[in-house]
């Protein structure tokens, strides 16, 4: 009796080729063949009965280690497995004994940024962390070059939109806020994330970002883990990252109301 058939982006997660995700974009461009012939989204195969090939190279059904890590990443590297531009990736920081693992990123930050990065090798957990559908609350530390001031908190959660896309974040608050109530560090939350969005969103605004670090994912934090280097995540660690504890009312803060959607500022007076 052969094996039940599954869908053929789970098949090249579970391979270790790349995420679900990068799987649907591979499939997409063709790059992903079927028995001999160009394979569509949704497609099913049959472990050893179909024959898959990416990129004109076969794959074949690989029983890896499922392995999560949260690593501290400094600015400079890339989080991509394979960048001709950069060299220098988040990937780099993997100990040598790791390095027969194929580890995704669940969760990108840019080569300017910092902080809290999840690699693992489980594409189911990797695909159920950047999926649209999964709130995933993740927490940044943003310094600015110039105050920001309370007034405007709102348009970050309002957002704004630059070639057709909507830039916003769902929580924002100064930091250390001066009596004028404005402030160069800010907290940002966010559960989506587009490509360098928040610098983007800062930018336009006219605001220039000096640092940007992710300290938090989830329930996940990033203290404790030094500069460069990683921990192995427990499974009760890989649970936290799909909850998001209350976060304590800052002085100065906007935040999105549930019901109705509607943007509410915090002053100083109100807390």
């Not at 074949?60 to 531009?85: F, I, W, Y």
């Not at 840019?110 to 649209?132: C, F, N, Q, W, Y």
């Amino acid at each position: 009796m052969s094996a039940e058939p599954i869908r053929l982006q789970k098949f090249l997660a579970e391979a270790g080729v790349c995420s679900r995700r990068a799987a649907e974009a591979l499939i997409a461009q063709q790059e992903v063949w079927v028995n001999g012939q160009a394979a569509t989204l949704g497609q099913k195969v049959t472990l050893g009965v179909d024959k898959i090939t990416v990129s004109g190279k076969p794959v074949r059904p690989v029983a890896q280690e499922l392995m999560t890590l949260a690593v501290h990443k400094p600015r400079g590297l890339v989080c991509s497995n394979d960048d001709p531009h950069n060299p220098e990736t988040v990937f780099s920081m993997l100990p040598r004994e790791l390095s027969h693992l194929r580890f995704f990123c669940a969760g990108r930050l840019d080569k300017d940024s910092e902080g809290l990065v999840i690699l693992t090798t489980d594409g189911e957990l990797a695909h159920r962390l950047m999926h649209p559908s999964t709130v995933v609350v993740k927490r940044y530390l943003v310094v600015l070059k110039q105050p920001f001031p309370s007034a405007r908190l709102p348009l970050l959660i309002k957002g704004i939109v630059i070639e057709g896309e909507r830039l916003k974040v769902e929580r924002a608050a100064l930091v250390n806020a001066g009596v004028g109530g404005t402030a160069p560090n800010l907290d940002v939350h966010m559960h989506h994330g587009k490509k360098r969005e928040i610098r983007l969103l800062f930018t336009t605004l006219g605001y220039d970002v000096k640092r940007l670090k992710r300290y938090q994912i989830g329930a996940l934090q990033l203290k404790g883990i030094p500069m460069g280097a990683g921990k192995k995540l427990s499974s009760r660690d890989i649970g936290m990252l799909f909850h998001s504890p209350a976060t304590p009312k800052a002085p100065f803060q906007a935040t999105l109301n549930k019901s109705p959607r509607t943007v509410k500022l915090v002053s100083i007076d109100e807390a």
